[in-house]
T-cell receptor
Framework: EAGVVQSPRYKIIEKKQPVAFWCNPI?????LYWYLQNLGQGPELLIR????????DSQLPKDRFSAERLKGVDSTLKIQPAELGDSAVYLC????????????????FGPGTRLTVL | EDQVTQSPEALRLQEGESSSLNCSYT??????LFWYRQDPGKGPEFLFT???AGEEKEKERLKATLTKKESFLHITAPKPEDSATYLC???????????FGKGTTLSVSS
């Protein structure tokens, strides 16, 4: 079974330029997450989708970041314009759902996109 | 505030030298505790989920245990290929996101 697919794996851009990341979750997984990981830190949630609906985007910097999950399958995260501080690894994860009966479903991560803003 | 603290930050072991990694958490109503392994340049790879105090899970040389306030990842007779960063995470109180610790970077030398 294929895991979470992300592209590109690496991206180098000049500041103020736009950039987009793509994610295809594990087949059948309804919940999709975008995380940000800085060097030496654990991942931090940016946005969570239940099917095509963004149900938690409180940590997404909405002035420059946007995301979409059309048709409830793959997803795109965009930054426009990029700033130097956006350099990080952007991780996509998916899970069957959010969980039931007080148990959270396991999240499976993709390989990430390493963004460098110059 | 929900928090996850991992210790030590870094651990160097000789091949065959067993040890433990610690993950302490402060969150009400634990909905699961997750251990991941992350190799350089890769995404976190799922290892274990623990849901109840007293629960234990094993995979090869790794064994994860859970109490009401912390979890341990025991590594028995490690090999160089066990070298990686091990991340611990718990769901926030709403169960909507994972809160990760900073990880423990393990280096095993032969």
């Amino acid at each position: 079974e294929a895991g979470v697919v992300q592209s590109p794996r690496y991206k180098i851009i000049e500041k103020k330029q736009p950039v987009a990341f793509w994610c295809n979750p594990i087949s059948g997984h309804n919940t999709l997450y975008w995380y940000l990981q800085n060097l030496g830190q654990g991942p931090e949630l940016l946005i969570r989708y239940e099917n095509e609906e963004a149900v938690d985007d409180s940590q997404l910097p909405k002035d420059r970041f946007s995301a979409e999950r059309l048709k409830g399958v793959d997803s795109t995260l965009k930054i426009q314009p990029a700033e130097l501080g956006d350099s990080a690894v952007y991780l996509c994860a998916s899970s069957l759902g959010s969980g039931t009966s007080g148990r959270t479903d396991t999240q499976y991560f993709g390989p990430g996109t390493r963004l460098t803003v110059l | 505030e929900d928090q996850v603290t991992q210790s030590p930050e870094a651990l160097r072991l000789q091949e065959g030298e067993s040890s433990s990694l610690n993950c302490s958490y402060t969150v009400s109503g634990l909905r699961g505790l997750f251990w991941y392994r992350q190799d350089p340049g890769k995404g976190p790879e799922f290892l274990f989920t623990l849901y109840s105090a007293g629960e234990e899970k094993e995979k090869e040389r790794l064994k994860a245990t859970l109490t009401k306030k912390e979890s341990f990842l025991h590594i028995t007779a490690p090999k160089p290929e066990d070298s990686a960063t091990y991340l611990c995470a718990v769901p926030n109180q709403a169960g909507t996101a994972l809160i990760f610790g900073k990880g423990t970077t393990l280096s095993v030398s032969s």
